[in-house]
């Protein structure tokens, strides 16, 4: 027989138990369906982000490693650039080369939409022992659709010179944001690549990398990989948003339970709180732009027509679109990767910056600076 007293702890013990089965498998599996449900709790401990804990030794080259025992990961570096841009390509890609690619070398593919000059292929393929393509981009990639209504979009070009915003009376600037939100993963010197590296000109790295930040991509489920992370002018993405929602109600499903909401929304997904990761660095997975939710999220936007009648930039579109369809643990904070590109910079701290050989000022660091996102991101963890 068993006494009054054993029989309550063991329904207390069900009860428990069951308690835990199901927040367990609520958190790792499933899709968020409302709105409200995609966003989750905020803990109330201190945040633990995973890069916290570096990279670990596995990964770091050993001058003592033969070279041909090297692991590769299927990936590129990517440059999108004019000719005129020749003089601050060639400057990204020599510190490129010199921190890290004389000793990985992975290949460079440089996208324009006009054909790529005799002098513009010579002085980059000089620079690098790696294979280099040039590839140009296809008209209705990269050119203003006829979908668009030219007044209105010219009209909102206007309003936005008359309001100084930065790069607002620009077609070619609006092209190339468009571009890199949902064309450059579809070109075919990119097809038989997983990832990428985007490099543009006149930016700096300040440290050197010894170890392959693709492979980590690779090995872990990365997906997105960023340096630094900021607030975007509210002039240029007005209605994104409002857009953003309406897709997300139209189209249940395609977002994870255990995604990065918290980092784009400070009120559970009802507003934008403008955190955007810069895309000017990037290091990604070519295939997560090719899957179904990001093309269709890339469509939707598309045919709302805001890269013309706002300004939206890439950054945000990119951002949204890793936040929301990836795990927040696929988004990777690459802290020893010292990066600048104006007027912004990382500068690795402590150790990395010792590991890295860094030339940047510790002290001229963005993170935790009042107009960086990074604090939100490691409120994730
Ligand atoms: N082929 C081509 N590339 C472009 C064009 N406009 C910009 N780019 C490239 O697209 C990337 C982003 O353009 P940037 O002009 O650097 O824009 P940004 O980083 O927002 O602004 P900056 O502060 O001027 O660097 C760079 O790699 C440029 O070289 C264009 O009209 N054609
Ligand atoms: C590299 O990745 C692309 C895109 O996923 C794939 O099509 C290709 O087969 C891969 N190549 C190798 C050698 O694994
Ligand atoms: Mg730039």
């Known amino acids: 027989m068993m006494t009054p007293w054993r029989y309550v702890f063991l329904v207390l013990g069900i009860i428990i138990s069951l308690h835990y089965i199901l927040s367990f498998s609520h958190q790792g599996y499933g899709k968020a369906t409302s709105l409200s449900s995609i966003a989750e709790k905020i803990g109330s401990k201190p945040p633990n982000p995973p890069y916290k804990q570096g990279i670990s030794d596995e990964y770091i080259h050993h001058a003592t490693s033969s070279s041909d025992s090297k692991r590769k990961a299927n990936a590129t570096f990517v440059v999108l650039a004019r000719n005129g841009d020749l003089t601050g390509v060639i400057s990204s890609i020599k510190q490129m080369e010199d921190r890290f690619n004389k000793e990985f070398n992975y290949p460079w593919v440089f996208l324009n939409e006009e054909p790529f000059s005799e002098e513009f292929k010579r002085r980059t393929s000089e620079l690098t022992d790696s294979p280099t393509s040039y590839g140009l981009i296809p008209k209705d990639h990269w050119y203003q659709p006829d979908s668009i209504d030219e007044e209105r979009a010219k009209a909102a070009r206007e309003d936005m010179v008359k309001n100084n915003v ?15 939100s949902g064309f450059f993963f579809r070109h075919e010197l990119l097809q038989n690549y997983k990832y990428y590296w985007r490099v543009e000109p006149h930016v700096k790295f300040f440290c050197d990398i010894h170890y392959d930040p693709f492979l980590v991509m690779q090995d872990k489920g990365k997906v997105y990989g960023f340096t630094i992370s900021l607030f975007e ?42 955190c955007h990761f810069w895309s000017n660095f990037e290091i990604g997975d070519l295939d997560f732009w090719r899957s179904e939710p990001y093309s269709k999220f890339f469509n939707f936007l598309d045919e709302k027509g805001g890269f013309y009648y706002e300004r939206w930039g890439d950054a945000p579109v990119h951002s949204i679109g890793a936040a929301l369809f990836a795990r927040k643990d696929q988004i990777h904070f690459f802290e020893d990767i010292g990066y600048r590109h104006d007027p912004f910079q990382h500068c690795p701290q402590g150790d990395s910056h010792k590991r ?6 510790p002290t001229e660091n963005f993170d935790y600076e009042w107009y960086s996102c990074l604090k939100k991101y490691d409120e994730l963890f």
Do not use: H, Q
Request: proline share 6%; charged share 20%.
């Open 233 to 274: 002018y509210i002039e240029t993405i007005p209605t994104l948003w409002n857009t953003v929602k309406e897709f997300l109600n139209a189209n249940p499903g395609l977002v994870p339970a255990d995604n990065a909401m918290r980092f784009l929304s400070d009120d559970g997904g009802e507003t934008y709180n403008r």
């Open 356 to 361: 890295g050989k860094c030339w940047c000022n």
């Open 166 to 180: 930065i790069y607002g009376g620009s077609v070619p600037y609006r092209n190339m944001c468009r571009y890199n």
